[in-house]
């Protein structure tokens, strides 16, 4: 496969050239600079010129907008699938693969020139049902028959895959988020690892996971243990994926750079896997310009993928994470990402790389309570008054299972805390931006207070049949 660092690198080597010649003559030993007409004048373009990529996730029921697909084709070079290749999307029985939503997506891409980051082969989420009450062995088993029945299918079609999703658990412990998978034994992280080496060797295989963006957190030095032990193991670890998913409750760290050349320091690239920001106008253009510049200034974050096109596309809808509004509009958040890229530090010889000093690891201290895009905490019954509505929508589908979200909409004397009763044949776990207990869904810490008229939102991943027509209870 090509490496990212040297797609469509013609234009801007051409222009290098010519420039290098120029100062050549003048006899001046300074840092070339690009000239303006070299500068990308697309996300991807301007990654490549900084020999890295710009990527995002993509939805195969949403290939059919032309506006989704025309910004998805012109702007980024790497292709996630949102859910498509997924343990519930590929294996919906167990030892029957079903891969065409997967290949809709790689096709896509694949004839688009585009490389394709394949997500994700083992995570405790969106099992199958078939898979969710397995232990022991058994699990063991299917899980490595799951690995190599998909990592085989995509034999030397994928850039990089995230082996495992989100083993880590949140708070001060640093330590393993209990599990079915966990369940199976401690090296399983490391048996998937392995499994998946064999199964498509030239793939990057990466660890990924969220709330590990903050070098102070217990959760990213649990992480960055288990794979300072698997470099010097020789498990084979070539990547950590930082999702980034930020918000004012969980802002960019001012440490975010020391986290990705301590992981760099290992020996492992980095990629930004899932970013979104949180926001509007030209504080989330910063928070975004402050992300894209700390891996610009590590030479091993190779590449940064934000999860979602435009902001309805957006499992985060209601925060208006992305770089395109509903209407397909770049907006500023956009244009601080390019300018950042076209300003960065480049790949020119004369331009050397950022290098990754040794890094030690900080005591550990407790964690600022996060917002993780996928959370089962503990559930406490808020104080509820006012009335309130809510409406399901069905984000996003696949075989075995979908994406809601539910738009809770306040009374004329507003809310302060919410409950939401999911209809029945709704079975889920796992929520955001709400707590769930049974079928009965409450407020997030951070965001019970309604304003009269005004709304918020939750969503789920569903397993099963996506539920139609469905009447939801508010209080």
Known sequence: MTPPSTLRRGRSNVARGASAVAILALGVTAAVAIPAQAA???LQDAANDRGRYFGTAIAGSRLNDSVY????NREFDMITAENEMKMDATEPNQGQFNFTQGDRILNWA??????????????????????????????RTAMINHINGVAGHYKGKIYAWDVVNEAFADGSGGGRRPSNLESTGSDWIEVAFRTARAADPAAKLCYNDYNTDDWSHAKTQGVYRMVRDFKQRGVPIDCVGLQSHFNPQSPVPANYQTTIESFA????????TELDIEGSGQQQAENYRKVVQACLNVSRCTGITVWGVRDPDSWRASGTPLLFDGNGNKKA?????????????????????????????????TPPVTTPPVTTPPVTTPPVSGSCSAALTIANSWPGGYQGTVTVTAGSSGLNGWRVT???????????????????VTNAPYNGSVGAGQSTTFGFIGQGNAPSGATLTCS
């Open 422 to 440: 999911l209809p029945g044949g709704v079975s889920t776990n796992n929520v955001w931006n709400g707590q769930i207990s049974g079928s009965v």
């Open 110 to 139: 694949q004839q688009n020139g585009k490389q394709v980051r394949g997500h994700a082969l083992a995570w405790y989420s969106q099992q199958p049902g078939w898979m969710q009450n397995m232990g022991g062995q058994q699990l």
């Open 69 to 72: 697909s025309t910004i998805a």
């Open 265 to 272: 320091a290992l020996g492992v690239d980095v990629q930004i």
């Open 40 to 42: 990308g004048s697309t």
């Open 333 to 365: 958040a956009y244009t601080a990402v390019l300018d950042t890229l076209n300003s960065g530090p480049g790949t020119d010889p004369s331009t050397p790389p950022v290098t990754t000093p040794p890094v030690t690891t900080p005591p550990v201290t």
